[in-house]
Every structure is written in structure tokens, then in C-alpha cells.
């Protein structure tokens, strides 16, 4: 087998503005906390941002899977968050635990992409997110010793 799984259901969906100076991903974590969410999906954000923090692949044959992140890239904006998705779950110490991935550009309309950071990332005009609920599913994200990368993993496999 060369995947794991586990089969839920969508739930409510939430729809929500993130308003300006806060904290990108720290809102997100509030915003589920608020909703009592479990496990989610952001199938929507959108806006801007006055400075993001953000990690790439890069090659590196020495690591278990020949890639690392990127030392930390920060950027100040005006950014254009062009969009993002990603996934919501809780760690084993249920902590909200965000695996964001975005396309984003600067004000002379150069284009980036890559893994927002939990920290770093705050609003300028506004983020319009939809999270998407998924119900009945077991789904933590760990850290992977091994590789040093975290997994979203299905609790059980179907």
C-alpha cells in the first residue's frame, strides 16, 4: 500500500474575515477553537498581508527525502495574498496545527509560493478564509523523526 486514509464527511462551513494587524495563522487557530473544529480544510484565502514568513524545498541529497525547507524568508508588503489551502488538524497535545501552502506577489508583481509559517503574517486590508468542517475522520499532524518533517497522519486505515 502506498497510501494511508480515512474517510469523513463536510461539515458547517465557515466563512469569516480576518481584519486588519492580526495575526494570520493565530487567527485561524481562533477562529476553529471558537467553532469547536476538529478537522478542517481551507478550500479559500484570500487578501493581503503587510509582511509574510514563508519556507521553500530545496535539494538536499544528505536529508531522508533529498529535500529541506528554506531558511526563513520574510517579507515585508504591501503582499497581494493571491490564495492559499491547506489543511486543520490538532498534534497529540491538541494544538491547532495549520499546513498552509500560498501564492502570493510583492507591489512590482513578482510571484512566490511556499509554506506559511505559523508566525509572521499579518494582515493588512483583510484575509477572507472559508473553512471547510470534515466530521467523523481521526486525523493527527506529528513530527516524523525520522524524515524531520510533521505529517498529517489518519489515526486509523480504512
Known sequence: MKYKQTIGKTGRVIIARILPDAEMIESIQEICKKNEIETA??????GSLKKISFVYALTDQNRFYGIKYSKTVEMKGPIEFLGAQGIIAKDDEEKYQIHLHAHFSDEYMNVYGGHVLN????????????????????????????????????????
Open 119 to 158: 508566525s509572521g503574517n499579518i494582515v493588512l486590508a483583510t484575509i477572507d478564509i472559508v473553512i471547510n468542517e470534515i466530521i467523523d475522520v481521526n486525523i493527527k499532524r506529528n513530527y516524523h523523526e525520522t524524515s524531520g518533517f510533521h505529517f498529517f497522519e489518519p489515526a486509523s486505515e480504512e
Open 41 to 46: 480544510y481551507i478550500s479559500t484565502c484570500i
